[in-house]
Each structure stands twice: as structure tokens, then as C-alpha cells.
């Protein structure tokens, strides 16, 4: 027993393996082996799991006889271990509903002093090490296309606007360029040219470049599909928001992602775009800022592809849906914990 809870065996054979390097577990008749060494010199031993205070030891048996010699389990490998036991020995239980999501005004949401607490491990999605997480990196460059890399580092340039705006329209099933031409309240402008001078100069430049557009979207979404994830926690950042989307924040417990989105593993980048100082005492007089806070599965680190490759992005697909977890209020706006569902 560890806390309270029964050890898994699994689990522990696991970590011990990580930790020490053995090759191969195997369990019979509920006791525990694990086999040690290569080539003829390979054997199968017993194992025990000492547990002295907070350390936690693996231990050979041989010859009936248990070996001095002690593995000692790192803090980090600890972690994993009660943690993992926690989640898969712990009763389930009817959680309480968070009251913060039932409050519909944000001047009465429960006030957040550090932003900084709420930050991951090592600034990556599961807490990894920084040297564990950048391994899909080089995963994905094998796998990543022409087009969607040139993609990609449109999206997380200048055209990262476009791209989901045009994407939105192509979801929809409206991805005719003349109708996106004719449609899209921001080019009023460039209609109002054509008619005025009696030309088509301006539809036909701009429903080529919407279809490069919808192009890079789909190239993008694709690559999203095919490539290693990093699930965990990220961050996103909203700011200058109207008052019908707060609204709408206040007052759902879901939300969804209407086209590729961007994220950050590092919560300041979220907090920078999100408009949020930490630390800040400006008085509240309107909230119009919104830092997500998302446990997600299915973000991919593009940090290497990007063109901003300061802000340790990962991209979520178009469609990604959240229930929120708790609502909260900083000097600056608003927080939102939200995880991923299917």
C-alpha cells in the first residue's frame, strides 16, 4: 500500500523499467520479473518494490535471497507512479459542479492573484522534460510535406487570419471563391472598385488568393490529422473580444474551435496575447481579454515550422471541442480551464 492505495503492478514494472533500463516485464503467478542483460548473458530475475518513506526502491531477488543493491526511483518517476495509482485505484465519485460556472457576470467570478500558478511543468503540454517533448520535432519533420510546411509558416506569419477565415467558409460547404468574393463583409471595399470602374480587377486577384487560402487550410488540417500529438496543457490567448462572445464564454459550458486555432506550451505567450500583465492592479471598468487554459489531446508542436518560432506554438484542429472546468477572473480579464472532448 502506498497512500492509501494498492500498488499496480504494471505501473510499477513500468517506471522500474524506464528507470533502470531492463528490456523486457513479465508477470506470473502475481510475482513480479523482469529480465536484465542481452545476448547469453540475458536472465530473468524477481523484483521487489521497497518503499521507505517518500522513496521508492526496486530490488532483485536471487537465489531466494534479495540483493543489496537498491535501485533508488527518481522524484519524477515517484510522481508518475503515485499519481498513476492514484487515478486508477481512486473510487469514482459524483465531483461537485465548479459554482464558478454558473456565474454569468466576470466581475463576480473568483479572483486569480498569480497568473504565474498556472503554469506546467518545464513549460511543456505533460510536464515532460524539454528533451523528451522536442523528439515528436524531428518525428514530424519526416513526415511533413512541402505544402504543409509553406502552410504552416503562412498560418503563424501574416496569414494566420486569412487562413482561418477562409477555412470557416470552406467547412461550411461555401468554398466557391466568387461566393466567398461576393459574401465576405471585409471585401466591400474591393466590390465597390469593381462596380465603380466596371471591372472584374479586383474579384479576380482576390478569389485567387482566397483559394491559396482555403488550399493552405486543408494542407494544414491534414497535417494536423497525420502528425505525432502533445497532449496535455497548452495556452490561448484572446483579447479585444466584443460583449456578445464574452457573453456567450459566461454563459456555456462548452465551446468548439471553428477553424485551426493556435496555441502556446508556455503560459506568458498566452498571457501576452491575451492582452494580461501579471501582476497588474488596473482597476476593471471592462472585460474583454480571455486566457484558455486546455487540457487537450490532440495539439501539434509546430515551433520548428513556425515562422514565430519564439512562441513555442502548437495548432489545434478545426473542430476541437472543450468543456469548460472552472471560470476565473485576473486583473486583466478572464481565465478559462477547459478540457477536450470528443
Do not use: W
Amino acid at each position: 500500500m502506498v497512500n492509501g492505495h494498492s500498488m499496480d503492478t504494471n505501473i510499477i514494472l513500468e517506471s522500474i523499467h524506464d528507470a533502470i533500463g531492463c528490456d523486457k516485464l513479465v508477470e506470473e503467478d502475481e510475482i513480479s520479473f523482469i529480465t536484465v542483460g542481452k545476448g547469453d548473458s540475458r536472465r530473468v530475475v524477481p523484483i521487489n518494490l521497497i518503499v521507505k518513506g517518500d522513496e521508492h526502491y526496486a530490488q532483485f531477488k536471487t537465489n531466494d535471497r534479495s540483493s543489496d543493491k537498491l535501485y533508488r526511483l527518481s522524484s519524477e518517476k515517484r510522481r508518475k507512479i503515485l499519481d498513476k495509482i492514484s487515478s486508477a485505484t481512486k473510487p469514482k465519485q459524483n465531483v461537485a459542479r465548479d459554482p464558478s460556472l454558473d456565474i454569468r457576470d466576470p466581475l463576480e467570478l473568483p479572483k486569480i492573484e498569480l497568473l504565474g500558478d498556472l503554469a506546467t511543468v518545464n513549460d511543456t503540454p505533460n510536464g515532460e522534460s524539454y528533451d523528451d517533448f522536442i523528439k515528436r520535432l524531428d518525428e514530424i519533420d519526416k513526415m511533413v510535406t512541402s505544402e504543409q510546411s509553406d502552410a504552416i509558416r503562412d498560418f503563424s506569419g501574416m496569414a494566420y487570419t486569412d487562413i482561418k477565415k477562409y477555412q470557416v467558409y470552406d467547412l461550411a460547404g461555401k468554398s466557391d471563391p466568387n461566393y466567398i468574393y461576393d459574401n465576405e463583409p471585409e471585401l466591400e471595399g474591393m466590390r465597390e472598385l469593381d462596380k465603380r470602374y466596371n471591372s472584374n480587377r479586383q474579384r479576380k486577384f482576390y478569389t485567387g488568393l482566397i483559394q491559396r487560402y482555403i488550399d493552405k487550410a486543408r494542407h494544414i488540417q491534414e497535417f494536423i490529422t497525420n502528425a505525432p500529438k502533445a497532449p496535455g496543457i497548452v495556452f490561448r490567448g484572446l483579447c479585444g473580444l466584443e460583449k456578445d462572445v464574452i457573453d456567450k464564454f459566461m454563459a456555456e459550458d462548452t465551446f468548439e474551435f471553428d477553424s485551426i486555432s493556435s496555441t502556446s506550451r508556455k503560459l506568458r505567450k498566452g498571457i501576452n496575447f491575451a492582452g494580461m500583465y501579471i501582476g497588474s492592479a488596473i482597476p476593471i471598468t471592462k472585460l474583454s481579454n480571455v486566457l484558455l487554459k486546455l487540457h487537450q489531446k490532440n495539439a501539434v508542436p509546430i515551433e520548428h515550422l513556425s515562422s514565430a518560432h519564439n512562441e513555442a506554438e502548437l495548432i489545434m484542429p478545426a473542430g476541437s471541442k472543450f468543456k469548460v472546468i472552472k471560470k476565473m477572473r485576473a486583473n486583466d480579464g478572464i481565465v478559462i480551464e477547459a478540457e477536450e472532448i470528443d
